[in-house]
């Protein structure tokens, strides 16, 4: 055994090494590539990715897994050794399945679906990427075909980023949570206590934005040493093993938000990347659990840690001196308001916490549908303007503002989208868990102390990488299943609080 396992580590090790050099190309075409090397860049990345795939479905590495999975029945089925094997074995199969014409056919269509959607969102014209996602859609119903027999064609696509998940888990959840959260956003309209935003939308210079940014997630646990941050156009966290992690932040000098809650957001997703153990460093669980559990930790820090009253407490003075003039008259209880006002807006990206999740499961509907092939493409805009209507009671007026906003359909990706609600939910369910193990976590962040947060997001998430399928992780980390209860009620809870009903 000793012999099989060292030979596929240092095979994996050198798949993992050639998977952090390109995701390092990627990381520069984001930040610092001149625009003239997009085309030879995207030339490296292809070359690198086609190598990785190859090194990875090789025959070699299929037999070693064969091997290693009956020699695995002596070893502890929880040691990182057992874990690695059977993680790995999961995904060869998975990858061995799809059929390399599949692969090159996928990426030539789906280029063009770019171009198409760029140009139907410039000229809010749906028809114009029409052709093209139907396109999309029949080569991802045919990738879920490799995968026969399943539940529903659409567990599959939603497997790629939460592993073992089914959608009708996530149908039952979602089904638990959307009228919970319809309610509430009416009930936060009908409020008498409107809340009024504009000390947000002020003249903040960036350098300071950008400084008070850094001072914060310091402070969060965010290790300069191990990782960096930059300046991006849309905000991103990539990294090449759990030493170099690189976060990205884009700074508007009129609003505050965007900077500020982007910072903390991609710090979180930094933070669980710096946590992996470094027993699993060079091996493919030095990753996220999945999509849903990294999203989870995004948000916590960003929203149930950022936007909460006793981490403001202790970093609003800090705020002020960094902004006498636009903060310095304005008390604690108007900026708290101000950071949660919520809104029904149009754009998914600019959701408050409240809302958020209705734009979420508004997508996963009718991305089952079109998979199903229940709602015809062509009725696809008028359908998203009357589910918009009515889960958060606005008609986006045009297709740009509408169906056509999200950039992930014109990429093939599907069964993506429901990972940012799950992420919320499960970040509701560790913080129910946290609270009552540490009684004075509140009191902490009052003085400015993560430390016990982290520690105990360390012990429970960050350290096992993707050792285990997030549903198990979960478990161990909060001893239930995934539910939307803890979110709702947190929610509840807070935003009663804001608009007093
Ligand atoms: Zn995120």
């Known amino acids: 055994m000793e012999d099989h396992f060292k030979r596929l580590s240092e095979l994996l090790g050198e798949i993992v090494d050639l998977g952090e050099a390109a995701a390092l190309l990627g990381w520069d075409q984001e930040t610092y590539m001149p625009p003239g ?142 009228p919970k959260q319809v309610e509430l956003v009416q009930a936060i309209m009908d409020s008498q206590y409107p809340v009024d935003d504009s000390v947000l939308h002020q003249e903040f210079d960036e350098q300071k934005q950008w400084d ?35 976060i990205t932040t884009r700074l508007k000098p009129d609003f505050l938000s965007v900077g500020l809650f982007g910072t903390l957001h991609e710090a979180g997703h930094g933070i ?73 807006s149009l754009i998914r990206t600019e959701a408050d916490e409240v809302t958020y999740n209705l734009h979420i499961m508004l997508r996963f509907e009718l991305e089952l549908a079109l998979i199903e092939q229940t709602l015809d493409v062509a009725d696809l805009p008028q359908v998203w303007n009357t589910k918009m209507e009515e889960y958060l009671g606005i008609t986006p007026p045009n297709d740009a503002d509408g169906v056509l906003q999200d950039i992930h359909w014109s990429f093939g990706i599907f069964g993506y ?25 509140e009191k902490q962040f009052e003085r400015g102390k993560f430390d016990a947060l982290w520690n105990w997001l360390n012990q429970k998430i960050l350290q096992h990488g993707a050792k285990f399928e997030p549903a198990e992780l979960i478990k161990r980390a909060t001893g239930s299943e995934l539910s939307a209860e803890p979110y709702v009620q947190y929610l509840n809870t807070k935003y009663g609080e804001i608009y007093q009903f």
Not at 308 to 326: A, K, M, T, V
Request: hydrophobic share 35%.
């Open 212 to 246: 008070f940014g850094l001072e914060v997630i310091k402070a969060f646990g965010f290790n300069f040493d191990r990782g960096r941050q930059d300046k991006s156009t849309h905000p991103f966290t990539t990294s090449f093993g759990s030493n170099d992690v690189r």
């Open 37 to 178: 090397a997009t085309q030879d860049r995207s030339m490296q990345l292809a070359t690198l990715n086609k190598i990785v795939h190859e090194k990875f479905t090789s025959d070699e590495i299929g037999e070693l897994i064969e091997k290693l999975k009956s020699e695995m029945s002596s070893v502890d089925p929880d040691s990182d050794e057992a874990r690695l094997v059977k993680n790995v074995s999961r995904e060869y199969d998975k990858q061995r399945k799809v059929p390399s014409n599949w692969v090159a056919e996928f990426s030539r269509v789906t280029s063009l679906a770019q171009e198409a959607w760029k140009k139907a969102r410039q000229r809010s014209e749906f028809a114009l990427f029409q052709p093209d996602l139907i396109k999309v859609l029949e080569l991802r119903r045919q990738y879920a075909h490799y995968f026969a027999p399943y539940d529903h064609i659409y567990d599959p696509l939603l497997d790629d980023f939460e592993p073992g998940m089914k959608t009708a888990d996530v149908k039952k959840v979602f089904a638990e949570l959307r």
């Open 272 to 344: 669980y990347e710096q946590g992996f153990s470094s027993r699993l460093s060079r091996t493919p669980l030095a990753n996220g659990a999945s999509l849903a559990i990294h999203e989870s930790q995004s948000r916590m820090w960003e929203n149930l840690v950022g936007r909460n009253r006793p981490f403001w407490i202790g970093f609003y003075p800090r705020l002020q001196e960094y902004f006498p003039d636009q903060l310095g008259e304005v008390d604690l209880e108007t900026f708290y308001r101000a950071i949660n006002k919520v809104e029904r």
């Open 417 to 441: 989208f429901s990972t940012y609600c799950l992420g919320n939910l499960i970040a509701g369910m560790l913080w129910e868990n946290i609270l009552s193990d540490i009684p004075d976590l």
